[in-house]
């Protein structure tokens, strides 16, 4: 019988160890693939082609690898979603850091707000009912007087919608001038391997 629709988050949440092995793993890729182009130039001086799939291919999947997709399952004390490396759960009572990353792709801006956890587990959230998730979530968090706050990020905060309005302006002209500059130095980096020019 087909399938219709997504499939429904299994009940079963993984243990931290298997989370943060599989991101470690995913994480150990993207090293591989930005890596692969200066070994193989090194060798043979000839990686700048090489360098130029794998390296916009590398910085996708930088971006995706712990980013919610398909459903994500929202309560009081967690929020899972499926990513690329599997299932992953944040405790939302013990958040330790919020941060806002934002990339650019057919002029369009993409954010997520990757929170971690005590355990030292991530997750990218993109959804609407998350971030309304994580939003009381920290509420109760800087509440609760036992515990230090999670490091919000000024960026995060904005796009959370308490803190200023210019920050996500400022924070968003910064990021792209960053990523601009880092890819035309991979580029420069690439060719002066390659021997081009």
């Known amino acids: 019988m087909p399938r219709t629709g997504r499939e429904p988050l299994a009940r079963e949440l993984p243990d931290t160890a298997t989370t943060r092995r ?26 700048t082609m090489l360098g130029l799939l794998t390296g916009p291919l590398a910085f996708l999947l930088f ?8 459903s994500t399952r929202c ?8 990513t690329l490396t599997g299932m992953r759960s944040v405790d939302l009572s013990r958040i330790t850091s919020v941060r806002l990353q934002t990339t650019f792709a057919y002029g369009t801006v993409h954010r997520v707000l990757l929170v971690r956890d005590a355990h030292g587990v991530r997750l990218g959230i993109t959804s609407t ?22 490091r919000v990020s000024r960026a995060a905060r904005a796009c959370l919608g308490s ?14 001038l960053a990523q601009v500059g880092l890819v035309c130095a991979y580029v420069v980096v690439l060719v002066e391997i390659g021997g081009i020019g």
């Open 22 to 47: 599989r991101a470690c793993a995913g994480l150990g890729l993207v090293v591989a693939m930005l890596g692969l182009p200066f070994a193989v130039g090194a060798l043979v001086r000839s990686g």
């Open 63 to 70: 971006v995706e690898l712990c980013t919610e997709r398909g």
């Open 75 to 82: 309560s009081s004390a967690r929020l899972t979603a499926r």
């Open 129 to 150: 009912s998350g971030r309304r998730t994580l939003r009381r979530a920290l509420e109760r968090q800087s509440r609760a007087v036992r515990r230090s706050p999670p």
């Open 163 to 176: 803190g200023r309005p210019g920050q996500l302006a400022v924070h968003t002209v910064l990021v792209f």
